[in-house]
């Protein structure tokens, strides 16, 4: 009786183990993945990605892991139909999340938000037009306070790029083109007082720049200088 106990429960398992891989990874008639679907690092038993397919679309929530990540995932995708938009949150291995938005053919689209490592404050807010920065992009201290404000188009740094510390005091004011500084720029102290200022041309400081000591001219430098002048 005993045995027969044994043997009946070994069978029972192996059996249940069947049908459970039956439940995952099974394709429809056109041989497209269909169903539950569970995708392994090559020779490991760890989980790479988990989700389900509507005839070889996905739909719902994809759980995305790293290879040592075990049981947290360091990605969500959320499909939904009828739309080419994804929904995607990144997260720590720690579970915290780091950042959120939305992607489209793989590219960023849309905004997207950043977060400290507590995983709730907010760091950096940034939009994107297919997979490229465009718009304001604005960084934050852990308390809330901006800590840089920055105009991008088309993945370049474009206008104005303005710097502040965690009381709201301007620190530093550029301009940009095209990527490179190119135009005016003021530098100030931690207490908001104006301590050098000129004009950047193709990334280089360009015509005369102003020094100043607790707020009054101390000097004048003009740029370009010879090959050992000074150019920071």
């Not at 043997?7 to 056109?30: I, R």
Request: charged share 30%; proline share 1%.
């Amino acid at each position: 009786m005993f045995l027969k106990t044994i043997l009946f429960s070994f069978f029972l398992t192996v059996f249940s183990g069947v049908l459970m891989a039956q439940d995952f990874n099974e394709k429809d008639a056109q041989g497209k993945r269909h169903g539950a679907w569970h995708k392994f690092y090559e020779g490991t038993k760890q989980l790479r990605y988990e989700g389900v397919f509507e005839h070889g679309k996905e739909v719902g929530v994809f759980k995305f892991y790293s290879e040592k990540s075990g049981q947290q995932p360091t990605a969500t995708k959320t499909y939904t139909e009828g739309s080419d938009e994804v929904d995607v949150v990144y997260f720590r291995e720690s579970g915290k999340k780091i950042s959120q938005g939305q992607m489209k053919d793989r590219n960023r689209i849309g905004s997207w938000e950043y977060y400290h490592e507590d995983g709730k404050s907010l760091m950096v807010e940034e939009k994107y037009i297919n997979g490229k920065l465009q718009g304001e992009r604005i960084v934050y201290f852990q308390n809330g306070q901006i800590a840089q404000r920055q105009s991008f188009s088309e993945g370049k740094e474009e206008g104005g790029d303005k710097h502040y510390n965690e009381n709201g005091v301007l620190l530093k004011s550029y301009t940009y083109e095209s990527g490179l500084l190119d135009g005016w720029a003021k530098l100030y102290s931690s207490d908001g007082t104006l301590e050098r200022e000129g004009n950047y041309k193709d990334n280089k400081k360009h015509g005369t720049w102003r020094y100043y000591k607790d707020g009054k001219l101390d000097k004048e430098i003009k740029f370009p200088q010879n090959k050992i002048g000074i150019q920071h």
